[in-house]
């Protein structure tokens, strides 16, 4: 047992410490006020579970210098403890790795007891809002003086007084602390106890664990990985550590389990990682960059078959017998790509090349994938049916458009030539796909996609194919697989046209493969090009896809992977192309894969249910979600979705009683006769808070509704709630901030918005 003000005067010393295999602090402000909100109405929080062991024999977190004694590494309660100091020391304890922000600017109301975050409009000039922080660092008095003070609370003074001790007397909360003692308390039992103990939080991987081991014998093992991690990351490459261990693990032991590195010793594991980071810089550089064209994250397929690469380069003393050797190992690496070769189950077939690789080279690992399918490694049209960035095909198309020196449409010059980067563009636009009525999966195909410089995108985007195509150098058309029969340049033949590119597409790509396997490719070295951010869509999915990301990060989530593939574990076969996909929990570590899906028709969603995904069809339910799980986690479960925040209407001219009701309500019954659509929602909504109310809910929120991006396909946003706010008979009733939000939803899309 020990008193909280015990806890983090441990923490000072140097005496209470995190283990090095522990991972990063992942709370958000929710939480925080929650745990908080807890503490000060005597709820319990848990107990800590500390592993005690004599300094110097386990690596710590934070470069911490260990004095002498024994040690307690914190295992359950990171989360809660760095809080706890974050807020009561003003700053961030040493072994913390996470956002600072998110225990900075906490308040305490003195009327309410509610704890809330900063914000200026509701708390500047108001004393009932007092700063957390300062009144555990600086002390009482200056409050108290306030408190006195100010007229607003001289009425309650003692009341409030009162509260402000019950809040510092935090700092006198006692906490259970259980201890794991014992030599024989090894550090993978450790880590076992961890998982066991820590079962809604952080789970330790297997790679984790062997990490572990070798950080109790060379402690900066770990920070040694981030660094080269951080340095890739800079780069242009976002590399896992687990994915980075498998490396070191096939050049140190050719195997692919982590139970392998039990018997490296920490000098033999230096000596791997330092050999595979220049096998991996190697590939990175003058293979996938020099020889493929893939020299970003986005494009960078089959990362997984690149450990087999190390240890075959690891078995050639670093180098490849000469460049046909190389080409061929490339030709396996996009074969086992394309193929989902370390999509599904990594470790078992990655065992399976590693051995192969150690018994036959290349040769070997090409003839093993080969019998996968038959003796048949060809590349043919459906190979080029991907949807979306995030598709297999995607990388593939890239990886052509490099390698077979593409031309910009516009000017016909090479790609890279005369900008240094480039962009996706669209053939045929998505606004024409969708207003002829062609699927989701047909708009983003993969075959519609073609690259060009910045400026000649701005150029065309938005033209007719059938009308700018034809002007176009036949030459600049070929080079980018480009149909030359102008029937297939018309929307109504759009199938046509991305069948007639795929078949194109193929043939390239199996010449082009051919040539790797047989070594006559000329050695031409590739440069990197930039390929510029995706450019603003004007498409109100995106729109809505992007703002919801943004309001969750907001909010203290990770930011998800967009665009990504899943694939089944067992078999790689693509299950579906989430819009966003978190693989590691909303929050790193804590809970199932999240992801959203919003083509549900296109996607196995019974498989992907089994597998333990989280699938969200709608922007709508993933927002819903997270506001409930947020309002969970701080204490107010029960909190509403409207009124807080909003202005108030008394002083503002309002049309006649009623109309703004009867107004909304016929926008609703409109949508059901003219659209055959029913806006249950907004309904329901217009139920519980009323019309007005409901409305300026929608309007508060930072992601548009599912309502609207439907009334977008439509080419209907006349019928927005949005458009109604706009009105000139109903704009009174709302603020100016929320005609401008409507405003700003309506006018990139091309819906005229008439008040200014």
């Known amino acids: 047992m020990a008193k909280l003000s015990t806890i983090l005067d441990q923490i000072d010393a140097g005496s209470m410490l995190l283990p090095e295999f522990q991972r990063g602090y992942v709370w958000n402000r929710d939480q925080v006020r929650g745990l908080m909100r807890s503490l000060y109405k005597g709820y319990p929080v848990g107990a800590l579970l500390v592993w005690e062991t004599e300094s110097g024999a386990q690596a710590v977190r934070g470069g911490t210098v260990v004095t002498a004694g024994t040690k307690s590494l914190l295992l359950d309660g990171q989360q809660r403890v760095t809080t706890l100091y974050g807020i009561i020391r003003g700053r961030a304890p040493s072994f913390f790795e996470g956002d600072p922000d998110t225990f900075r600017g906490l308040r305490f109301n003195v009327e309410t007891e509610a704890f809330e975050f900063y914000g200026p409009v ?102 040694t990985m981030r660094r080269n991690l951080d340095r890739w990351r800079d780069a242009g490459y976002q590399f896992t550590p687990d994915w980075l261990l498998r490396n070191v693990n096939a050049v140190a032991t050719g195997r692919a389990p982590f139970s392998a590195l039990e018997d490296v010793t920490a000098s033999d594991f230096e000596h791997a990682l330092n050999e595979a980071l220049h096998h991996v810089d190697h590939f990175l550089s003058d293979l996938a960059v020099g020889r493929l064209g893939l020299d970003h994250d986005r494009v960078l397929m089959g990362r997984y078959a690149i450990p087999v690469i190390s240890r075959h380069l690891h078995n050639r003393g670093g180098r490849f017998i000469d460049g046909a050797e190389a080409d061929k190992a490339l030709y396996w690496y996009v074969h086992a790509a394309l193929r989902g070769r370390f999509a599904g189950s990594t470790e078992t077939f990655l065992a399976k090349d590693l051995e192969t690789v150690d018994k036959s080279g290349i040769d070997g690992v090409i003839a093993a994938l080969a019998r996968t399918r038959k003796g048949n490694l060809s590349i043919d049209a459906q190979d080029f049916e991907g949807v979306g960035r995030g598709s297999r095909s995607y990388p593939l198309l890239y990886m052509l458009a490099r390698v077979r020196g593409a031309r910009d449409l516009a000017t016909s010059r090479p790609l890279g030539q005369d900008a240094s980067a480039i962009q996706v563009h669209e053939i045929f636009p998505k606004q024409a796909l969708s207003k002829a009525g062609y699927t989701r999966a047909e708009i983003n195909a993969i075959a519609n996609f073609v690259f060009l410089t910045p400026s000649s995108a701005m150029g065309l985007a938005g033209l007719d194919p059938a009308q700018y195509l034809g002007s176009l150098d036949p030459a600049a058309l070929s080079s980018q697989w480009i149909p030359d029969d102008p029937r297939l340049w018309r929307i109504e033949n759009y199938r046509e046209f991305l069948a007639a590119r795929r078949e194109l597409l193929a043939a390239t790509a199996n010449e082009f493969s051919d040539q790797l396997l047989a070594g006559t490719r000329p050695w031409d070295r590739l440069e990197p090009i930039v390929v510029s951010p995706e450019p603003v869509d004007i498409d109100a999915r995106a729109v809505q896809i992007r703002s919801l990301v943004d309001e969750m990060a907001g909010m203290g989530y990770a930011r998800p992977t967009l665009d990504a593939e899943i694939a089944d574990p067992e078999t790689g076969r693509p299950l579906a192309v989430a819009e966003a996909f978190w693989a590691d929990g909303l929050q790193p570590g804590q809970g199932s894969p999240v992801m959203l899906e919003m083509d549900p028709d296109e996607a196995d969603l019974s498989r992907l249910t089994e597998l333990g995904y989280e699938v969200f069809t709608s922007v709508d339910a993933l927002r819903g979600f997270v506001q409930r799980r947020n309002a969970v986690a701080s204490g107010e479960r029960g909190a509403g979705l409207g009124g807080a925040g909003l202005a108030n209407l008394d002083d503002v001219e309002k049309p006649e009683p009623g109309a703004f009701d009867h107004a909304l309500f016929m926008l609703i019954d409109r949508c059901k006769a003219e659209l055959n659509y029913v806006p249950n929602v907004l309904r329901e909504m217009a139920h519980q808070h009323g019309a007005l109310g409901a409305v300026r809910i929608l309007l508060a929120s930072p992601t548009i509704s599912d309502g609207f991006v439907r009334l977008w396909q439509e080419d209907r946003l006349d019928l927005t709630v949005e458009a109604l706010v706009l009105d000139q008979q109903f704009s009174p009733l709302f603020t100016a901030a929320e005609l401008d939000t409507a405003r700003v939803r309506l006018a990139p899309l091309g819906h005229p918005v008439g008040i200014g």
């Open 122 to 223: 509701k708390m500047k000039d108001d004393p009932r809002w007092i700063d957390v922080t300062s009144l555990f660092v600086d002390g009482p008095n200056a409050t108290y003086a306030m408190l006195g003070a100010n007229p607003d609370t001289q009425d309650r003074f003692a009341e409030y007084v009162d509260r402000v001790q019950l809040l510092r007397n935090i700092l006198e909360r006692v906490f259970h602390i259980e201890a794991i003692t014992g030599v024989d308390k090894t550090v993978d039992v450790v880590v076992d106890i961890f998982n066991r103990v820590n079962s809604g939080g952080t789970k330790l991987s297997k790679g984790d664990l062997a990490l572990a081991r070798i950080c109790s014998e060379w402690g900066d093992a770990r920070p």
